[in-house]
Antibody, heavy 115, light 112 residues
Framework: EVQLVESGGGLVQPGGSLRLSCAASGFTFSNFWMNWVRQAPGKGLEWLANIKQDGSEKHYVDSVKGRFTISRDNAKKSIYLQMNSLRVEDTAVYYC????????WGQGSLVTVSS | DVVMTQSPLSLPVTLGQPASISCRSSQSLVYSDGDTYLNWFQQRPGQSPRRLIYKVSNRDSGVPDRFSGSGSGTDFTLEISRVEAEDVGVYYCMQGTHWPYTFGQGTKLEIK
């Protein structure tokens, strides 16, 4: 069974940093693109970033470019999202999703940016 | 960025009746490989999104056959042949052809 489990969310002050993790199981992790998607409270979905199977290619949406960094460790079957210079508007549930088509999603990790 | 426009944004439906959601993109979603990367997702209250349809019309495993997708180019539709109570939630279209991938605003389906 495919499973994606996010962790690392929490409360952080504006300007602070946080690192999210997503642990995968139930499939050959190194065969798939992986993604981060977020959802602000009561709002829709926003695709943030994705990373190729070997980490050689990464894409970011403009709203996080230069502040967020996606990475992966195929040995640990995990992806990460390093979030710096956090803003109040980054408050959201952050999901990881498998493949460019987002066929599987984790349960999400809540990040709250507030003073 | 490609703008995905869904309609309606609110969809009250009687149980057992059909429902249809439209999704239009600001650019053609045909990729250089000939495929069209238009997906549909369902998000039930309090749950993570779940993909229903990929590449316009392919149903994911476990998705009831009352869900179907159609369309081409810039104009796409998700249809539910007979709405059931478990279909309540928000439905999103998403394009995976042009980076950054983008979602529609969401259509909230409720039972009348």
């Amino acid at each position: 069974e495919v499973q994606l489990v996010e962790s690392g969310g929490g409360l952080v002050q504006p300007g602070g940093s946080l690192r999210l993790s997503c642990a995968a199981s139930g499939f050959t992790f190194s065969n798939f693109w992986m993604n981060w998607v977020r959802q602000a409270p009561g709002k829709g979905l926003e695709w943030l970033a994705n990373i190729k199977q070997d980490g050689s290619e990464k894409h970011y949406v403009d709203s996080v470019k230069g502040r967020f960094t996606i990475s992966r460790d195929n040995a640990k079957k995990s992806i990460y999202l390093q979030m710096n210079s956090l803003r109040v508007e980054d408050t959201a549930v952050y999901y990881c999703a498998r493949s460019r088509g987002a066929g599987y999603w984790g349960q999400g990790s809540l990040v709250t940016v507030s003073s | 960025d490609v703008v995905m426009t869904q309609s309606p944004l609110s969809l009250p439906v009687t149980l057992g009746q059909p429902a249809s959601i439209s999704c239009r993109s600001s650019q053609s979603l045909v990729y250089s490989d000939g495929d069209t990367y238009l997906n549909w997702f369902q998000q039930r209250p309090g749950q993570s999104p779940r993909r229903l349809i990929y590449k316009v019309s392919n149903r994911d495993s476990g998705v009831p056959d009352r869900f179907s997708g159609s369309g081409s180019g810039t104009d796409f539709t998700l249809e539910i042949s007979r709405v059931e109570a478990e279909d309540v939630g928000v439905y999103y279209c998403m394009q995976g052809t042009h980076w950054p991938y983008t979602f529609g605003q969401g259509t909230k389906l409720e039972i009348k």
